[in-house]
């Protein structure tokens, strides 16, 4: 299974629960589940994170991180169209298709292999919410591609600060 991870995941855990500087664990066990295989960052998330400015942006930006990480392929089109019109709905204007960011991609290179691929976001499902204020998990769900909150997946892949020993 590969997890493909949303801005929010990296985002957010740098800044509230694993600081780059306080818990180096956690990011080294990202940069080996990248060399593995099990966790990327779509090539669109990525460039959406690094046009921040902040040690994050610099960790990203390191070659071993960035070859480990990112998922380079090119995005299907149709997949994002699809991820827009089923998930989201079919006339969107142009103010709710700038709300919903590069989340889209994501959730179409998790289409572009669906049996194999999750995605993983700190967003929680809020039914309720409609048309371009919907969130990940029940975009994905619409499509159906399977999602999880970080902490799954950190149950999943075993996360520990001893990971390595």
């Known amino acids: 299974m590969q997890y493909l991870l949303d801005a929010n995941v990296l985002i957010d855990a740098n800044r509230d ?11 080294e066990w990202l940069i080996h ?3 593995e295989g099990n966790i990327k960052v779509p090539v669109e998330i990525y460039e959406e994170i690094i046009q921040g400015k902040d040690d994050l942006v610099d960790w990203l930006k390191d070659a ?3 070859t480990a990480l990112l ?25 709710e298709i700038e ?6 991609f994501l959730i179409a290179h ?10 993983v976001t700190t967003e929680v499902s809020k039914p309720g919410k409609q048309r371009g204020n919907k969130h990940i998990p029940d975009v994905c769900s619409a499509v159906g591609v399977p ?19």
């Open 71 to 95: 998922l380079d392929e090119d995005v299907d089109i149709r997949l994002v169209r699809l991820a827009t019109n089923s998930g989201y709905a079919t006339d969107l204007t142009d103010n």
């Open 64 to 66: 071993d991180v960035k």
């Open 147 to 165: 999602s999880c909150h970080t902490y799954e997946l950190l149950r999943i892949l075993n996360f520990t600060t001893s990971w390595k020993g």
């Open 99 to 104: 709300k919903l960011g590069r989340d889209p």
């Open 17 to 27: 629960y694993y600081p780059l500087d306080r818990i180096p664990e956690f990011w």
């Open 33 to 35: 589940q990248g060399n």
């Open 110 to 119: 998790a289409l572009s292999d669906k049996p194999n691929r999750y995605v």
